[in-house]
């Protein structure tokens, strides 16, 4: 391909148009998100034409790092690296002739595509002409059911772009469209997960994790906050609520029946992210629970740790079984840290038959013994600290 040849970069997402009235609202959500994604790049603005967005690439912008920024920018069906082609079918019969031939194919086809009906030639004659420069000067065979390369060309606002190929994009909501939620994320394989799958559905992350330090290792918090950082290249700035459980789990400990720990953990962390919620404005928690999983994750201990707050709690994975869940883990790239041993607020003197089918009143019994649980709340929050992460990383921030 001669340098002449200028590149842009077009991108289609799907699930948007479906938002009829909202469909602007999220289209600047995405706007927004892919500005972040290419913050230190200011010379790429992406603008809005004929229902796709555009991104004019200055030449020297680096193509390879672009392409990965924009794959993980959630609610892009797809997208592709174009040429800038001339509006004269005659010019861009060459450039095209000169693009296709850095490929190894024996079949292909040309997809021509008019958002803007006012061009001067229709689809199927714009197919024509080129295919047929591209059959004359390569002797290649034209395929249009199964061919082995497709050069598309789109022609929208009097412009011409072509491509090759296409890389798929996360689909989803733009992150941010849908509000903010508080996702409980331990050090293990399914909080990240399922704090990912909300980033999905639009939206914004707030992590909070609990840990035991002195009385565990601090490993649990340094894994949360790494995990949190991996997470954080798809919403551009985290904050991490950092929540020391020691405390109150001091006075579990010797006043509830051993039995009954980690539901009363757990409602004190639903009860803490609770607290995180209202200050951030969030409108749920998320967690990583599955039903069946774990001894805390059966029907019955899900109610009775629901019962301790009014916000609604998200549970993403609720019906997935743990395969797919690791599965998803190491797409994500969080398996190998979510594996690290290490012991956090949740496994901390947890005995080794729990509860499994908790009655609510026997839990509020025991939770009435614990003492003033506002006050343990108000201390541990009081002592919490607070990370903020930012992706791209980049000086400033
Ligand atoms: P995970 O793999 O996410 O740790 P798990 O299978 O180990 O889940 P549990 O330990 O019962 O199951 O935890 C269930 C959910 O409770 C987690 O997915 C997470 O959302 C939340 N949770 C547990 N421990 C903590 C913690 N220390 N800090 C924050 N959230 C936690
Ligand atoms: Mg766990």
């Given at each position: 391909m001669k340098s002449e040849i200028k590149k842009s970069i077009i991108i289609h997402y799907s699930e948007i148009s479906l938002k009829g009235g909202n469909r602007g609202f999220f289209e600047r959500m995405l706007k927004l998100n892919l500005l972040h994604a290419l913050k230190d790049f200011p010379g790429v603005q992406p603008h809005f034409d004929f229902g796709r967005f555009l991104l004019d690439l200055p030449?020297?912008?680096p193509l390879e790092t672009v392409v990965e920024r924009i794959k993980s920018v959630i609610g892009i069906a797809y997208f592709s690296v174009a040429y800038r082609g001339d509006q004269d079918v005659e010019v861009l019969k060459e450039q095209v002739y000169e693009g296709i031939k850095n490929y190894s194919f024996d079949s292909f086809r040309i997809k021509a595509r008019r958002a803007d009906k006012s061009f001067y030639l229709n689809s199927t004659q714009i197919n024509e002409i080129v295919g047929a420069r591209v059959v004359e000067g390569l002797k290649k065979k034209v395929d249009l059911?199964?061919?082995e390369l497709t050069c598309h060309i789109e022609i929208f606002n009097n412009k011409v772009y072509f491509y090759f190929g296409r890389h798929q994009g996360i689909r989803g909501?733009?992150?941010g469209s849908s509000g903010k939620v508080v996702s409980l994320l331990s050090a293990g394989i399914d909080s990240p997960v399922a704090s990912y799958r909300m980033m999905t559905r639009g939206c914004k992350v707030i992590f909070v994790h609990f840990h035991s330090f002195p009385f565990t290792e601090k490993t649990s918090y340094y894994n949360a906050i790494s995990l949190a950082k991996m997470l954080t290249k798809y919403q551009y700035n985290s904050h991490i609520y950092l929540i020391p459980l020691a405390q109150i789990q001091q006075a579990i400990i010797p006043n509830a029946p051993a039995k009954l720990r980690l539901i009363l953990y757990r409602r004190m962390m639903v009860r803490l992210a609770a607290k995180v919620a209202e200050k951030e404005k969030a409108k749920a928690l998320v967690t990583g629970d599955s039903v069946g999983q774990v001894a805390s994750q059966t029907l019955e201990n899900i109610a009775a740790i629901s019962q301790a707050v009014t916000i609604p709690i998200l549970?993403?994975?609720?019906?997935?079984?743990k395969e797919s869940i690791i599965e998803q883990a190491r797409e994500l790239g969080t398996f190998d840290t979510s594996i690290e041993p290490c012991e956090d607020s949740c496994s901390y003197?947890?005995?080794?038959?729990?509860?499994?089918?908790?009655k609510l009143a026997q839990v509020l019994a025991a939770e009435?013994?614990?003492?003033?649980i506002e006050r343990l709340a108000w201390q541990a929050l009081k002592e919490t600290e607070m990370v903020k992460l930012y992706y791209p990383v980049s000086e400033g921030n």
């Open positions: 030449d020297d912008v059911k199964n061919p909501l733009p992150v549970r993403p994975l609720v019906g997935l079984d003197l947890v005995p080794k038959n729990p509860e499994t089918k908790a009435e013994k614990i003492g003033d």
